[in-house]
């Protein structure tokens, strides 16, 4: 039987039973943990399960989310020192085990949201928070980690400080009700002091957390709000935050790796020169789709890949394939008539009773994108007694320790992860193909840590790409405003292919939800018709996922109704957010900051875009220049609307990588394939944007204090394609409407 996400979820949920119904009422605050849950040293006190206190008067906050670079374990700490009243000179953090308490709810309710309004989406809201709490997944990405710790570890932090103030009135013999905590330091309500925190590591005792304990209102917010320096700077300033390259054990090997060139080969054999390894090298480890050399040395290892073992390949039944083909089947499914996988229509007039003036079409294409992240893939496996120990950068530790315990055919428990400081993430480090392989290397070297790193050229030649994706559009307008908005996608689901890698589902047919999100314009008449192509191409999740070529899709096609209709691009998307007020001020901040309706500078071209996507909306205009056929982005201006604010300084920094990120992809990225392999292998080949190249970017955060918090690691990068290619429009009059943008093409 075929099992769609779908089918999963509602199955769930009509079977789950009194399990299910159980968890039904189970509230967040059972998130708290005891006290048992957070591992101590010596000198130390946990509180409960996130927040402990050394006699040296150190908060620690245990943080289950990865950092990569976002700013998230300042940002998570700051919640839990917010309600603690803490001073934030003495807040640190520690990696969270893996326990259920530090779930990702908010990651799986983020793919429910995107069903259609209605009973669907409702049940699966509903089922996903029921399923993250009894799965427990421990997971970071879809920019929920803030979302998804808003209320858990401020209760954790309000916990922790009704705590001290009992254990500080038992000691002092005064009531608890006549005590206040001013930067981490009980005092009376007249300004005695009785006890900084770490003084009261004796006095906890036996005392338990309690977990009905009010939290503060918005009003009082001490440091939620205000721009506190990042946590995890210094060490990377000083070069001792261990990321996954960095990990050095006792008696440690080295793994180097050659996969097969063409997608779902394999090796069939390999020819050992002289007949043994040389000097350094240990052993030859086959894998089902690599073959894996080990020694004392990872320069040693790759260069005997590189010069010296001769592999013999089965390059399977993919060695003719190309994404030149590719393309051109998407772009004949653009315009079948077949049925589509998915369609969505709104439709408040009917368009028959509407004067049409004017019709426009045009097909836009996106290409398959690498994610490139700095740090180069890697995992170092230790097997010995049974017992496995992973050290790596992952998204996801509840995920990696699932596919180690398969591959080593041992129970979770005999599993631990630990998480290191990821140089990148954006989807990459949620894959488990690394650990697949790391741990069949370590378990042929049993008691040795290996170190399993792959070269760039392995990673870029084998990632999960961003899907390549083609978008016929079409509109209808009367004199004033488009009536008719048609979009038929085809490109293939991330989330289908990685459900079933994960968990052999087999591949599912339904579009990421995020790449049919619904734009959020006032068209009469709206309807997406979504195909998903099958294939070969291994794709996966992506910074900001499918709204990183929808919104080029959208918003460029936007500005050519415009156009046609000879209307302002501001003044049209003006017009069709009447009814969106959140929208429309972002859309006014960033046109307003950029100078819109003035004339640019002389050789300057001006677009403008828009996306809401993981619930934060983000307007950008790019002020663009044209040198020979090269592009030049000289300014951004960013507004972004992502509800309350924790840290404001981490909400710019994040829009600013946001858009270097999306504009590497729109200026430089592609992937193409030819013979069954990718072509590019390194960044001669996959440009990024250099420090040289990198436009002014001025963000500016548009309040909404009361709107629910919107996520800020991804919903910087689908703006700025659309807004580079309309001002290059703006700036030449040429419309490009491929991926990356080409003068020449």
């Known amino acids: ?36 849950a957070f591992r101590t040293r010596q000198g130390e006190v946990a509180l409960n399960g996130w927040v402990k206190v050394s006699k040296g008067g150190t908060i620690i906050v245990a943080v289950p989310r990865a950092e990569m670079g976002q700013g998230i374990h300042t940002a998570l700490a700051m919640l839990v020192a917010e309600e603690m009243d803490a001073k934030w000179d003495d807040v640190r953090v520690e990696d969270a085990a893996d326990l259920g308490i530090y779930r990702n709810v908010e990651m799986l309710l983020e793919g429910a949201r ?3 309004p209605g009973i669907m989406r409702d049940i699966a809201m509903w089922a996903g928070s029921r399923v993250a709490g009894i799965l427990g997944v421990s997971a970071t990405g879809g920019s929920t980690a803030t979302r998804d710790a808003w209320e858990p570890m401020r209760l954790a932090g309000a916990s922790a400080r009704e705590l001290l103030l009992r254990a500080a009135a038992q000691k002092a013999g005064v009531k608890q009700a006549d005590l206040v905590v001013v930067d981490s330091e009980v005092r009376t309500r007249e300004g005695k002091p009785i006890a900084r925190f770490g003084e009261l590591v004796e006095a906890i005792g036996e005392l338990q957390p309690l977990r009905d304990v009010p939290l503060k ?26 990321f996954g390259v960095d990990v050095r054990l006792p008696d440690m090997l080295y793994a180097a790796v050659a996969n097969c060139p063409v997608f779902g080969g ?22 089902p789709e690599a073959i894996a050399v080990v020694g004392d040395s990872w320069w040693k290892a790759q260069r005997f890949l590189n010069e010296g073992l001769k592999i013999e390949w089965d390059l ?46 045009a097909t836009y294409r996106a290409p398959y994108l690498a994610h490139a992240t700095m740090e180069p893939m890697n995992c170092t496996a230790r097997f010995a007694d049974g017992r496995l120990d992973l050290w790596m950068p992952n998204q996801s530790p509840s995920l990696m320790r699932y ?85 038929r996608l085809v490109g293939q689901s991330a989330t289908g292919q990685f459900v079933n ?47 990183s070529h929808t919104a080029f899709f959208d918003e460029c096609f936007l500005d050519e109704v415009a156009h046609s209709m000879k209307k302002d691009p501001l003044v049209l998307r003006r017009e069709l957010l009447a009814n969106q007020p959140r929208h429309l001020a972002v859309l006014d901040a960033a046109a307003k900051a950029a100078g819109w309706g003035t004339a640019p500078p002389s050789g300057i071209g001006r677009g403008i875009a828009l996306r809401e996507s993981f619930g934060s909306i983000v307007a950008q205009v790019a002020e663009v220049a044209v040198e020979g056929s090269a592009i030049r982005v000289k300014r951004v201006v960013c507004a972004v609307d992502c509800g309350r604010v924790v840290n404001p300084a981490i909400v710019r920094a994040q829009m600013e990588s946001g858009i270097v990120y999306g504009l590497s992809a729109a200026l430089h990225g592609e992937i193409t394939i030819s013979k069954g392999a990718v072509e590019q292998g390194n960044f001669p080949d996959y440009e990024v944007v250099r420090l040289a190249d990198m436009p002014v970017i001025e963000t500016l955060i548009v309040g909404s204090p009361d709107a629910a918090m919107g996520g800020v690691g991804e919903p910087g990068t689908p703006p700025i394609a659309p807004a580079v290619g309309n001002a290059i429009f703006a700036l030449t009059g040429k419309r490009l409407r491929s991926l990356p943008l080409r003068l020449d093409a």
């Open 1 to 36: 039987m075929k099992l769609t996400r779908r089918k999963l979820i509602v199955g769930g949920t009509l079977g789950g039973g009194a399990l299910v119904v159980g968890w039904w009422f189970a509230h967040e605050r059972d998130r708290l943990g005891g006290r048992d």
């Open 114 to 116: 995107s069903q259609d």
């Open 217 to 242: 209102e918005p009003a009082a917010f001490r440091l939620i709000g205000k721009e506190l320096p990042r946590l995890d700077i210094a060490a990377k300033v000083t070069g001792t935050a261990t």
């Open 266 to 287: 394999k090796p069939k054999g390999f020819t050992l020169p002289g007949g043994e390894l040389p000097k350094g090298l240990v052993k030859i480890v086959e894998l």
């Open 316 to 361: 399977g039944p993919n060695a003719a394939l190309s994404s030149a083909a590719l393309l051109a089947d998407y772009q004949a499914q653009s315009r079948a008539v077949s049925d589509p996988t998915k369609t969505r229509s709104f439709q408040t007039t009917p368009t028959t009773q509407t004067p049409m003036e004017r019709g426009i079409e």
């Open 403 to 487: 596919v180690a315990a398969k591959a080593a055919d041992i129970d979770q428990s005999a599993v631990r992860v630990h998480t290191t400081y990821l140089g990148g993430g954006f989807g990459r480090r949620a894959e488990p193909d690394l650990v697949r392989q790391a741990v069949t290397i370590a378990k042929a070297l049993p008691g040795r840590p290996v170190q399993l790193l792959w070269s760039r050229e392995e990673d870029m030649r084998h990632d999960f790409y961003r899907p390549m994706a083609v978008a016929r559009m079409q509109a209808r307008a009367s004199k004033d405003a488009p009536w008719e908005w048609r979009c």
């Open 501 to 547: 890698r994960v968990l052999r589902l087999g591949e599912q047919g339904d579009p990421d939800g995020n790449s049919v999100e619904r734009p959020p314009y006032g068209f009469p008449s709206y309807r997406l018709e979504a195909v998903v192509p099958k294939g070969p191409v291994p794709v996966g999740f992506w910074r900001s996922v499918g709204h």
